[in-house]
Nanobody
Framework: QLELVESGGGLVQAGDSLRLTCAASGGTFSEYMMGWFRQAPGKEEREFLAGITRTTDATYYSDSVQGRFTISRDNGENSLYLQIKDLRPSDTAVYYC???????????????????WGQGTQVTVSS
């Protein structure tokens, strides 16, 4: 059973940068398509931010974060990363990493397609 643990969140100011890390254990990390999602206060659904393929490292982004967010992975370190620059108060949310073993090709944008989730890390951006 793959386990995911996010870290790197915190309270930051608008304009700052942040790097989130998702550490995986209990499975073969390279077998999973990976994604980052977030859930803002009062929102029911988790928003897709970025996805990355298993080993080719092709990346995909939602239009809302394209250019500010960068997803990457290190299969040797069993880790997934999300670099965020120019943070805005609207980026305040709980950020989750997710793993999908069933999809091939392009990462799913629907959170329901992912089988494994971390507990989330809170990012709060003050103005």
């Amino acid at each position: 059973q793959l386990e995911l643990v996010e870290s790197g969140g915190g309270l930051v100011q608008a304009g700052d940068s942040l790097r989130l890390t998702c550490a995986a254990s209990g499975g073969t990390f390279s077998e999973y398509m990976m994604g980052w999602f977030r859930q803002a206060p009062g929102k029911e659904e988790r928003e897709f931010l970025a996805g990355i393929t298993r080993t080719t490292d092709a990346t995909y982004y939602s239009d809302s974060v394209q250019g500010r967010f960068t997803i990457s992975r290190d299969n040797g370190e069993n880790s997934l990363y999300l670099q965020i620059k120019d943070l805005r108060p609207s980026d305040t949310a709980v950020y989750y990493c997710a793993a999908d073993r069933n999809t091939w090709g392009i990462p799913r944008m629907n959170h329901r397609g992912y089988q494994h989730w971390g507990q989330g890390t809170q990012v709060t951006v003050s103005s």
